[in-house]
């Protein structure tokens, strides 16, 4: 989809470009966009005062002294613009793109090892941070705006990065946050239950998924073709597949808290590889970076050495207490997501498995039992407190999780996460582990639009006295 005529021209002579009203400055072109919540056209007047110089719409508007341009989608027209504006900077780095419900954020980390290890300099723009090597340039939200995007792959290429590796959720997909963008590779990792709060079905959420090989430019495409939606994409498209079954392999794969072995076969030849990263499904996310990898020409002892050296922030993260027991602080808050984690520490576990664990509130709530039945499933004790409840009362929320369990004796609800937290390491005895679920890598709580510092792995550890230390 080209620009629309005129545009170009005005972006040659614009300053900056926004589809938020207040950070218009003059010189600036502004893009209606209509949003889940509001819709951009009722702040078309502040951008005028602001100082924008034209504004993007999709319907007629009331301004004077402004060059206005009508199109039929503001949100592909500003990815784009923001494409050439910032130089066609997908042009000048190689662009992987990771979509999936689940392990989208351990896989950047793997191929980011892994490019190292290969001599390259990428760059990581996800869930955790965007930053290259050690520079961090933003957080926020998992896939950027437009804007923020192409601007921070401009600003990734200008600091020498040779690979952007990025985490493409289902929002920017529906959101065309990343269109006019062109990749390298896209791959696929999974897709179970989450996030019908906002696309209401399964096959909805699918099908945002799916935009992403069959709507950009791209040069491989990897899938999981061990999830039924991967066999879906690779009978829609020519795609690199790994799993159980697949192009690359698993073939064997042994797993403890000390980290993983994976034994991966490709082209009639066996690798075995050793990494920190523990847990089952991690089979997965190895399969899957080394496939990228594979793809993109990468040696195997890159592969090899990358995967030894890989580690990821609240994911899996082993805490020993110096008490006998063990904690696992991880990122999980699906369903699936959590039933990976459970069942991998019930197998590796000698003693009982204490569970704490929320759910976020104004999201998904039909996923909130299917979390207790999960919790219920494979621990000894369900400590219920609250995640980031946001606008939401937590104790409704527990509600919602406690109608998934139906063993209430094994349940403690204690909303307070620090005192709950607490609890279950003070219950903890030698040989158990405490799964410390949904929050991961995540140093805020967000309670009624406040964000207050609060982090998993902090608290265990002063709850520990200091005592332990990530493994």
Partial sequence: MGLPAGLEDLLRTAKGITQNSKEVRE????????????????????????????????????????????????????????????????????????????GKTTVTYILEAILKEAGFRPGVIGTISYRLGEKVLGKGRTTPDPVLWHSTIKEMADLGATHVVAEVSSHALDQKRVWGTRFEVVAFTNLTQDHLDYHGDMESYFRAKLKLFTEYSYRVAVVNADNPYGRRIASTVEALTYGREGDLRIENFKTGFWGSEITLSYGGKSYTLTTRLAGE?????????VACAISMGVEWDAISEGLRKVRVPGRFEVVSSGRGFSVVIDYAHTPDAMDNVLRTIRKLTKGRVITVFGAGGDRDRSKRPMMGEVAERWSDLVILTSDNPRSEDPERIIEDILAGIKMRRKVFVQPDRRMAIKVALDLAKEGDVVAVLGKGHEEYQEVQGVKYPFSDVKVVREVLSGGGDVL
Wanted: proline share 1%; net charge positive; with cysteine.
């Fill in 27 to 102: 010189g600036f072109v502004f893009f209606a966009v209509k949003g889940t919540r509001r819709d951009g056209h009722e702040f078309v007047e502040e951008a005028v005062r602001n100082g924008a110089f034209a504004v993007v719409v999709e319907r007629r508007v009331k301004v004077d002294r402004v060059k206005v341009i009508k199109v039929q989608d503001t949100r592909k027209v500003l990815g784009e613009a923001a494409n050439l504006f910032f130089g066609r900077p997908s042009n000048r780095v190689k662009v992987i793109g990771i979509t999936g419900t689940n």
């Fill in 281 to 289: 499904f991690q089979a997965y996310n190895v399969a899957c970076g």
